[in-house]
């Protein structure tokens, strides 16, 4: 996990240095996320008209929460109620580094990435993925994205749901006096 937070750290530290030609920084947080049970956040910083390094960390929460009591159990077993398998997170901790290539401009648009995943309970593993982001208002936007990792992928030989993001997001834009 520390070394989601240097690279997050060090995507930041670029955007505020200005050295890019778009000089952008964008920070949001994975709102599907909360359904699968934990709190994501990414950092991406735009180092050109098209292409974008993004950093994203993911805590699992719902590890920590307090389960289910005996008296619940109980009621649940004799309704045959099966808990929602995307309420529980399947890792305690996961860091991503992506590559961004945005097709009109970078954070806004349709774009492919490809980038490292590696999770507390799978290991390392490469990523591609798909997706869009559109603005709001005054650089807040939304975005959708369907990630999954190769190696994950051929092991079961199924695309999982759990790739499936929705994010909010707000662009950090530097104006200065070489524009």
């Known amino acids: 996990?520390?070394?989601?937070?240097?690279?997050?750290?060090?995507l930041m530290a670029a955007s505020w240095?200005?050295?890019?030609?778009?000089?952008?920084?964008?920070?949001?947080?994975?709102?599907?996320?909360?359904i699968r049970g934990s709190a994501e956040m990414q950092v991406e910083y735009a180092f050109g008209k098209h292409w974008s390094a993004a950093a994203e960390t993911s805590l699992?929460?719902?590890?920590?929460?307090?389960?289910?009591?005996?008296?619940?159990?109980?009621?649940?077993?004799?309704?045959?109620f099966e808990?929602?398998?995307m309420m529980t997170?399947?890792?305690?901790?996961?860091?991503?580094?992506?590559?961004?290539?945005?097709?009109?401009?970078?954070s806004?648009?349709?774009?492919?990435?490809s980038g490292l995943r590696y999770g507390s309970a799978n290991g390392l593993d490469w990523t591609v993925g798909a997706g869009y982001r559109m603005n709001i208002w005054k650089g807040v936007s939304v975005g959708a994205e369907y990630r999954t990792g190769i190696i994950q992928t051929l092991k079961t030989?199924?695309?999982?749901?759990?790739?499936?993001?929705?994010?909010?997001?707000?662009?950090f834009r530097r104006t200065g006096k070489h524009e």
């Open 17 to 34: 240095s200005g050295f890019c030609q778009d000089r952008h920084c964008t920070a949001g947080i994975c709102v599907s996320g909360f």
């Open 157 to 171: 030989g199924r695309l999982e749901a759990g790739g499936i993001r929705i994010y909010l997001n707000y662009t």
């Open 1 to 10: 996990m520390r070394r989601a937070w240097i690279a997050a750290i060090c």
């Open 89 to 106: 997170a399947a890792e305690m901790f996961t860091e991503y580094v992506q590559v961004r290539y945005w097709t009109r401009e970078a």
């Open 60 to 80: 699992g929460y719902s590890r920590l929460l307090k389960g289910r009591s005996t008296l619940e159990k109980e009621h649940d077993s004799e309704f045959i």
């Open 108 to 113: 806004g648009g349709a774009y492919l990435s």
């Open 83 to 85: 808990e929602f398998p």
